[in-house]
């Protein structure tokens, strides 16, 4: 997958997933329902554009990170739970934060492949977001649609996965 060198998807990803219930809200959704957080992720950055991903679209950024997740990402989480685990109490202290920082790598080639795909896709760089109500309805659409492919969960106007964004809040 190749890499870039602005990839606004990875600064929006950094700033939603750090604001308060993202993260337990992603988490929950990845352990009980299978959910792929950087989809998760990215259904929601692409909504906060007003842009709409269709089954097709899903069915293509799922052969395009298919590889890289099974190979490397799930992996690295095996073997971060495992050191973080009672089980790995002979393990020294600095290996939970060194195999999370690889983890986090992996997931930021993940989330250049799919900025890239999007960026094929659309023609568009996609830098700046601006949609208010709007992208919070296409956030929705697509993380419904792409949720309805793992299980049966909806998300609603109320979760904090949904997030009216302007550009000045992806700056703070």
Known sequence: MNQLSGNPFWDYSLVHYGRPEVARVCLELQENVGANVNLVLFCCWLGSFGQVLTVADLDEVEEVIQDWNEQVVEPLRGVRRFVQSEFAGFADQEWPLEVKQLELKAERV???????????????SMDSADSGELGVRQQLQNLNLYLSRTGDVAINSGSPLVWPVVSAKLKS
């Open 110 to 124: 993940v989330q250049n492949g799919l900025c890239n795909w999007w960026r094929k896709k659309s023609g568009s």
